[in-house]
C-alpha cells in the first residue's frame, strides 16, 4: 500500500497504514537504543528527513518497504539505523568468526555508493560491537578474505565481487535475516538482474527485504513482487519527481561552446565546486584534460579508472583540492558530496531517469543548488524524454557567450568604406611570364653534380701495362684446350661474351 505523508515514531498497523505526521520528529521519539542515538547525535543529525520518518518506524515493525525518495534524502540511514537496531540481539565481543555471521546483506550497483553505505554504517554503529565490512571489484581479493572470514554481521557489496566471494566460499549467507536493495533501479539499468537472483537464491526464504530507489518503473515493480512479502511503498514525493530546492536551468548551445558556456557560469554564479556528468568514458577523459589546460583542477571519474584512483579522486574533490569533476552515469551514482553547489550536464543523459540521478547530487539534505543542462539541436527527443518523466514543461534559453577571444563578428567588406583610411602597400612584384618558346617544353630532372674523379673512365698505371706485357712475353703459347702452340703462332685473344655466346 502506499504511505503519501510524513509519519511519527509510533509503528505501523497491523494493515501497514501510518499514524498522522508529525513536523520535524527527532529521533529521540524512536524506540532506538541509546548507542545508536549517541551515533547519530555525534554525526550532528536531530530532526528526521521525510523518507526516515516514515521507513524507519516501518522497518522496526519487520515489515518489507518499497522505498521511493529523491537522492540526497537520507535514505541510506532509513534503513541503516533501524536494521542496527535489531541486531543488536546478536551483539557480542567474541573473537570467534562463527559469533559474527553475515546477518544483513545490503547490495549495492556501484563501488561508490557501496563504499558510501559502508562509511555510514560505521558511523552509526561505532558505539556497538557490530561489524561491517565492504566488498566490491577493481581491488584485491585477500584483504577482503581475511575480513570477510573474520565475521562480520553487516556486509555491504556490489553484486559482481560478492558472487565472487560466494563462489570462492568465502561469504556464507545461510544466516541472514535483511536483505536491502539500493538504487535497484540502477542495478537493473546496468543488467545486474540474473547476478541479484543468484543471490537472492542463495538466502533464507524468511527474512526482511528493503528495497530502496529514487525511481520506481515496471521493472522495479516486478523484481518487488518477486521477493518482497506484501511490501508497505514509502514515497515522500511524487514518483520522478526532481527536488524542488534544486535551480533547474536549460541552455542552448552549440557543441564548440559547452566549455566555454561552463567556464562563464562558473564565473558568473561564483561556483567553487561543480560536478559536469558527461555520456562516455573517453568523453570524460578528454573534457577533464581540456578544462585542465583551462587552468581548472580537474579529475576524471568513470569506470575505466581503478578503483584507487577513483576513490583517491573522490576524496580529493570532497577535500576541495579539485574544482571540477567529470564523471559518468555509472561512475556517479551514489556519489554524497556535502554542500556541492553546482551540478553541469554537459551531455544530456540517454536515459531520462539519469537525470534525476544527476541532478540530486546538489541540493543534498535540504541545502540549495543549481542544475544546468547544456541542450544541442540533436537532443530534442532526449529533452521531451525528460519532460515525461518529470511532467514538467522545459524552457531551453539563448546562452550568450562573453568569451572576446574569437568571438567578434566578421566584418563585410562593404563596412570597410566608412572606417579611416588604411595606408596602401604596393603589392609584391610578379615574376615574369615564361616566353612561348619555353612554355611548352617539358621540364628536365635536376642532375647530380658531376664529380671529374668518379666519372673518369679506368686508366692503369704505366707500371700495371709494363708488368703485364712482360708477363706475357714469358709465358708459353698455349690454345684454349691448354695444349702447346707452334713457334711463330700466337693465342686467339680472349674476348669477353655476352647473353651466353662466345663460343
Request: proline share 8%.
Amino acid at each position: 500500500m502506499n504511505v503519501t505523508t510524513p509519519t511519527a515514531a509510533p509503528e505501523a498497523d497491523q494493515a501497514g497504514a501510518a499514524p498522522e505526521p508529525v513536523l520535524n520528529p527527532k529521533f529521540e521519539t524512536l524506540p532506538l537504543d541509546p548507542k545508536l542515538l549517541r551515533a547519530v547525535a555525534d554525526a550532528g543529525y536531530t530532526s528526521m528527513t521525510p523518507i526516515q520518518a516514515k521507513a524507519i518506524p516501518i522497518v522496526l515493525a519487520g515489515r518489507d518497504v518499497m522505498g521511493a525518495a529523491q537522492t540526497g534524502t537520507g535514505k541510506t540511514a532509513a534503513f541503516t539505523i533501524p536494521l542496527l537496531q535489531k541486531m543488536l540481539r546478536h551483539e557480542n565481543a567474541s573473537m570467534s568468526p562463527a559469533r559474527h555471521p553475515v546477518r544483513a546483506l545490503v547490495l549495492a550497483p556501484t563501488r561508490e555508493l557501496a563504499d558510501q553505505v559502508a562509511a555510514n554504517v560505521k558511523t552509526y554503529a561505532k558505539h556497538t560491537k557490530l561489524r561491517s565490512a565492504v566488498v566490491f571489484g577493481g581491488i584485491d581479493m585477500k584483504p577482503q578474505t581475511l575480513e570477510l572470514k573474520a565475521g562480520v554481521e553487516v556486509l555491504i557489496a556490489t553484486p559482481g565481487r560478492l558472487l565472487d566471494h560466494i563462489e570462492a566460499k568465502n561469504a556464507v549467507l545461510n544466516q541472514v535475516e535483511y536483505v536491502v536493495l539500493d538504487e535497484a533501479d540502477r542495478m537493473l539499468d546496468i543488467g545486474f538482474l540474473p547476478d541479484l537472483q543468484r543471490i537472492l537464491s542463495y538466502l533464507p526464504k524468511a527474512r526482511q527485504t528493503l528495497l530502496f530507489s529514487a525511481t520506481f518503473s515496471s521493472d522495479i515493480r516486478r523484481l518487488a513482487g518477486s521477493y518482497l512479502q506484501d511490501p508497505i511503498t514509502v514515497e515522500v514525493a511524487r514518483p520522478n519527481a526532481t527536488a524542488t530546492n534544486v535551480e533547474q536551468r536549460f541552455y542552448g548551445v552549440g557543441d564548440d561552446d559547452k566549455r566555454a558556456t561552463v567556464r562563464q557560469l562558473l564565473r558568473q554564479r561564483e561556483l567553487s565546486q561543480a560536478i559536469i556528468f558527461v555520456n562516455s568514458k573517453l568523453g570524460a577523459a578528454r573534457l577533464a584534460r581540456s578544462f585542465e589546460r583551462d587552468g581548472l583542477k580537474t579529475q576524471a571519474l568513470h569506470g575505466d579508472k581503478s578503483q584507487d584512483e577513483r576513490l583517491k579522486a573522490l576524496a580529493a574533490f570532497k577535500a576541495g583540492e579539485v574544482d571540477l569533476l567529470v564523471a559518468t552515469d555509472v561512475a556517479a551514482r551514489g556519489l554524497d558530496i556535502a554542500d556541492l553547489p553546482a551540478v553541469f550536464n554537459f551531455d544530456v543523459p540517454f536515459n531520462a531517469e539519469d537525470y534525476v540521478h544527476r541532478i540530486g547530487r546538489t541540493g543534498r539534505a535540504g541545502a540549495s543548488g543549481l542544475a544546468v543542462t547544456l541542450v544541442t539541436r540533436n537532443d530534442t527527443r532526449l529533452i521531451g524524454d525528460i519532460e515525461n518523466l518529470i511532467k514538467k514543461k522545459i524552457e531551453v534559453e539563448p546562452f550568450e557567450i562573453e568569451d572576446d577571444r574569437a568571438r567578434r563578428p566578421r566584418r563585410h567588406l562593404d563596412d570597410e568604406r566608412d572606417d579611416e583610411p588604411r595606408a596602401e602597400t604596393p603589392p609584391p612584384p610578379r615574376a615574369p611570364a615564361p616566353r612561348a618558346e619555353y612554355a611548352e617544353r617539358p621540364r628536365r630532372a635536376p642532375q647530380p653534380p658531376a664529380d671529374p674523379i668518379f666519372d673518369r673512365p679506368y686508366e692503369p698505371s704505366p707500371a700495371a701495362v709494363a708488368a703485364a706485357a712482360t708477363a706475357a712475353a714469358d709465358a708459353p703459347a698455349t690454345s684454349a684446350t691448354g695444349k702447346a702452340l707452334p713457334a711463330g703462332l700466337r693465342p686467339k685473344r680472349k674476348v669477353a661474351s655476352l647473353l651466353g655466346g662466345g663460343r
